[in-house]
């Protein structure tokens, strides 16, 4: 075993033995995210590095403490990507592959391309009792049974430290295209984003931002298209044709703007994202895409064509976003806590229903049985 990696084993072995609480960390790029963060800090920073890259297999494995802009600088070399577009959170950020996985969140092509999980093949990991363990492989058929490789994502660390991690890429698409349309309402755009979800279009990320303030019933519609480039072609001059039937203004937009816009999106540096107000926190209602629009006290942004809104609202508004979202089909997430030097905020996950919480109980126990791996990250009671 590498001695960087025998450490960190020996550091959890250690910490099992005395009831220690750990904080996995790398770059740090997420600390924002979650319920708290508690424990002495185990630093993967120097675990790093690609180990095997495969563009004809369109396979990558690396460690968890392998920046995201080293890993996605590799696969742009051989004109390959990951699809889902991971937020960095900045272009400074020091996000890594681990952290990419641990928080399972994903950019602007989630709802046409899939999410990290979808790309997750396999990962190495150190569970809490300093056992290292293999799940999954480099090819699909290689996952045989439970995918436990998956369920790492998007749980925050809490089952075990991520060693390493083998992800399917894609190569990138031929061809692409922006459209702009301004001064349409939030349910016509909703309208024609089911519309087109229902066509055979090159569709591949949107967003709806409002223009101003709490009602306001008009603001600007970006779509993008990906795809061959006769198919982009095409559908660029049908939904340019549908957005002018519901609103004045619709243009094509120059590549380097869109993509200026498309990661500012991701990274969460649009001006929405500014909360304007230190008691507010940053909410994200994950709710079906053919849900109308959400009384809201605020204005939304909307993204994954219609399924996932942001809006910014203080933590006593929990009850009635969750509320809201529930009747919709959706959950709300406090995504960004008001008071952001603190370390969390309790209940900003939305409530799971008892049978559900009694598999996370119990996976906790299987992968960590004492519960020293980000304690309390995922739900204050895990």
């Given at each position: 075993m590498d001695s960087t990696l025998?450490?960190?084993?020996?550091?959890?072995?250690?910490?099992?033995?005395?009831?220690?609480?750990?904080?996995?960390?790398?770059?740090?790029?997420?600390?924002?995210?979650?319920?708290?963060?508690?424990?002495?800090?185990?630093?993967?920073?120097?675990?790093?590095?690609?180990?095997?890259?495969?563009?004809?297999e369109l396979v990558v494995t690396v460690r968890a403490g392998t920046s995201l802009a080293e890993l996605e600088a590799a696969l742009a070399e051989k004109g390959q990507c990951l699809p889902f577009e991971p937020p960095a959170f900045g272009a400074d950020s020091a996000a890594t592959c681990g952290g990419m996985v641990a928080a399972g969140l994903s950019g602007p092509?989630?709802?046409?391309?899939?999410?990290?999980?979808?790309?997750?093949?396999?990962?190495t990991l150190i569970n809490g009792r300093g056992e290292l363990l293999t799940f999954g492989g480099q090819v699909i058929k290689n996952v045989a049974g439970y995918d436990v490789s998956r369920l790492m994502v998007g749980a925050l660390g809490t089952l075990g430290v991520l060693a390493e991690i083998s992800l399917k890429v894609l190569p990138r698409a031929p061809a692409q295209a922006t459209l702009r349309c301004a001064g349409i309402g939030q349910q016509a755009a909703l309208d024609l984003l089911n519309r087109w979800g229902g066509q055979p279009l090159p569709l591949n990320a949107s967003c709806w931002l409002p223009d101003g303030v709490?009602?306001?019933?008009?603001?600007?519609?970006?779509?993008?298209?990906?795809?061959?480039?006769?198919?982009?072609?095409?559908?660029?001059?049908?939904?340019?044709?549908?957005?002018?039937?519901?609103?004045?203004?619709?243009?094509?937009?120059?590549?380097?703007?869109?993509?200026?816009?498309?990661?500012?999106?991701?990274?969460?540096?649009?001006p929405f994202f500014n909360a304007g107000a230190p008691e507010l926190g940053l909410w994200r209602l994950s709710v079906p895409q053919t849900a109308p629009v959400l009384e809201t006290p605020k204005p939304v942004l909307i993204e994954w064509h219609g399924a996932q809104r942001w809006l910014w609202a203080p933590a006593s508004a929990r009850e009635t976003l969750r509320e809201t979202a529930a009747k919709a089909g959706g959950s709300a997430t406090l995504f960004r806590a008001p008071y952001a030097g603190e370390a969390g905020s309790a209940g900003r996950f939305h409530p799971l229903t008892p049978a559900l919480q009694a598999i996370h109980r119990r996976l906790k126990h299987e992968f960590d049985p004492a519960g020293i791996l980000n304690r309390a990250r995922l739900y204050p009671d895990l």
């Amino acid at each position: 075993m590498d001695s960087t990696l025998q450490q960190i084993t020996d550091r959890i072995r250690a910490a099992t033995a005395d009831g220690t609480a750990l904080r996995i960390r790398a770059g740090g790029s997420k600390d924002f995210y979650g319920e708290s963060l508690q424990g002495e800090l185990l630093d993967l920073g120097a675990w790093h590095g690609i180990t095997s890259y495969e563009p004809t297999e369109l396979v990558v494995t690396v460690r968890a403490g392998t920046s995201l802009a080293e890993l996605e600088a590799a696969l742009a070399e051989k004109g390959q990507c990951l699809p889902f577009e991971p937020p960095a959170f900045g272009a400074d950020s020091a996000a890594t592959c681990g952290g990419m996985v641990a928080a399972g969140l994903s950019g602007p092509a989630r709802a046409s391309v899939g999410a990290v999980r979808d790309y997750v093949l396999g990962v190495t990991l150190i569970n809490g009792r300093g056992e290292l363990l293999t799940f999954g492989g480099q090819v699909i058929k290689n996952v045989a049974g439970y995918d436990v490789s998956r369920l790492m994502v998007g749980a925050l660390g809490t089952l075990g430290v991520l060693a390493e991690i083998s992800l399917k890429v894609l190569p990138r698409a031929p061809a692409q295209a922006t459209l702009r349309c301004a001064g349409i309402g939030q349910q016509a755009a909703l309208d024609l984003l089911n519309r087109w979800g229902g066509q055979p279009l090159p569709l591949n990320a949107s967003c709806w931002l409002p223009d101003g303030v709490a009602g306001a019933p008009r603001g600007i519609l970006w779509v993008r298209l990906r795809g061959a480039v006769a198919a982009v072609d095409a559908a660029s001059v049908r939904m340019s044709a549908d957005l002018q039937r519901c609103a004045g203004v619709v243009g094509r937009v120059d590549d380097a703007e869109a993509e200026v816009h498309w990661a500012a999106c991701r990274d969460q540096t649009l001006p929405f994202f500014n909360a304007g107000a230190p008691e507010l926190g940053l909410w994200r209602l994950s709710v079906p895409q053919t849900a109308p629009v959400l009384e809201t006290p605020k204005p939304v942004l909307i993204e994954w064509h219609g399924a996932q809104r942001w809006l910014w609202a203080p933590a006593s508004a929990r009850e009635t976003l969750r509320e809201t979202a529930a009747k919709a089909g959706g959950s709300a997430t406090l995504f960004r806590a008001p008071y952001a030097g603190e370390a969390g905020s309790a209940g900003r996950f939305h409530p799971l229903t008892p049978a559900l919480q009694a598999i996370h109980r119990r996976l906790k126990h299987e992968f960590d049985p004492a519960g020293i791996l980000n304690r309390a990250r995922l739900y204050p009671d895990l």
